[in-house]
């Protein structure tokens, strides 16, 4: 009865032409009252190479480890390296001018509060195979195939 309400409401959002044969009511394939063995933590992708964004105001995704890097009420570890008074010696990027900016699009010496726990909007990427395909197709790609 569950499944099949379930069922509906996913049918309902119209997510299920593509994706009908996957499980996306869970991920878990297991009944509730069963545990599990929790799968192993996966290993974070540190390879240093900055990933193409899916448009044009993503958050990059980040391309290196972060777990040391505290940042709290007294230190921002990343701004250590991303800040633009540092940029320059640590050759990372510079956060970018948004980052910069109050509410009022003022712009500060410093670091925004509103830009300030980076992890808000930037993830790091687990070298993992993702648990349901995903179909999503940039605006290049859909002009392409329009002007075919
Ligand atoms: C030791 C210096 C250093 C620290 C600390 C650091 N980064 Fe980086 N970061 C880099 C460098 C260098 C790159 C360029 C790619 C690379 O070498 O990994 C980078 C790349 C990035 C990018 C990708 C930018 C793009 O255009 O694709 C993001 C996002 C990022 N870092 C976020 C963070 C966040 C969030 C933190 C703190 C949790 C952090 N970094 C801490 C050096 C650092
Ligand atoms: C509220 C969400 C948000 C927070 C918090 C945030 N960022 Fe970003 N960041 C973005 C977005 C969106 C972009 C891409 C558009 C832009 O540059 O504004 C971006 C871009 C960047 C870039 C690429 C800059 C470039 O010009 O290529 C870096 C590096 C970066 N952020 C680092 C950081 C670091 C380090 C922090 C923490 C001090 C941080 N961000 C906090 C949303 C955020």
Do not use: W
């Amino acid at each position: 009865m569950k499944i099949s309400i379930v069922t509906t409401v996913i049918l309902a959002l119209g997510i299920a032409a593509g994706s009908l044969a996957q499980n996306i009511a869970t991920t878990r394939n297991a009944a509730i009252d069963v545990e599990l063995e929790p799968a192993k933590m996966a290993r974070v992708d540190n390879s240093d190479i900055k990933r193409k964004r899916a448009y044009p105001m993503q958050p990059p995704t980040i391309p290196h480890k972060v777990d040391q890097y505290q940042v709290d009420l007294n230190a921002n570890k990343c701004m250590s390296c991303h800040s633009r008074r540092r940029s320059q010696d640590s050759q990372a990027p510079m956060v970018s001018v948004t980052h910069y900016q109050d509410r009022d699009g003022n712009f500060l010496a410093d670091i925004s509060t509103r830009r300030y726990f980076c992890q808000q909007c930037h993830v790091t990427q687990d070298t993992v195979k993702p648990l349901l395909a995903n179909e999503f197709v940039d605006i290049d790609e859909i002009l392409r195939r329009d002007s075919e």
